[in-house]
């Protein structure tokens, strides 16, 4: 091929590389911009490190290519597409790992535990539910030290 030829097409391959990387930026900016306009984007404020701009970036490319690859994100409630952001979101900052203990541990409740969790979530927040229980569990450990401190003979 002629090498002038074999440049012009290297060229136009670059150019339509550039096209379409600044059609899929386009198209996630437009997706996140959604997002925020329908309260369901996970984050509130702007990043204020560059780690934070990095993960949001990167959480940012990631949900845009799930959205875009399961055919019934969009169709879904606006319930559970915010879920389904505020677990990847996670997912990200803090590791897969945490949110599959959490979430491994209420799916291996009983049907009637669960029952009881949601009628509780329903009444009270997740995090005021965790404050409870860790009270409840700091008092308990403070009765079994004072057991030990007063009958056991060693």
Excluded: C
């Excluded at 990095?54 to 606006?78: G, K």
Aim: aromatic share 6%; net charge negative.
């Amino acid at each position: 091929m002629d090498p002038r030829l074999s440049q012009s097409v290297e060229d136009a391959k670059d150019r339509l590389r550039d096209h379409f990387r600044a059609r899929a930026i386009e198209k996630q900016k437009t997706l996140v911009d959604e997002w925020k306009s329908e309260e369901i984007y996970p984050y509130a404020e702007d990043p204020a490190t560059p780690v934070q701009v990095v993960e949001r970036q990167v959480f940012e490319i990631v949900a845009v290519n799930v959205a875009t690859s399961l055919p019934d994100f969009q169709t879904q409630s606006q319930r559970n597409r915010k879920f389904q952001l505020r677990m990847l979101r996670q997912a990200i900052e803090r590791g897969p790992e945490e949110l599959q203990l959490i979430i491994g541990e209420v799916l291996e409740l009983g049907q009637r535990n669960q029952e009881e969790l949601a009628k509780l979530l329903k009444r009270t927040t997740l995090s005021a539910i965790i404050s409870a229980a860790k009270m409840v569990a700091d008092r308990l450990n403070f009765l079994d030290g004072l057991e030990a401190m007063l009958f056991d003979p060693t």
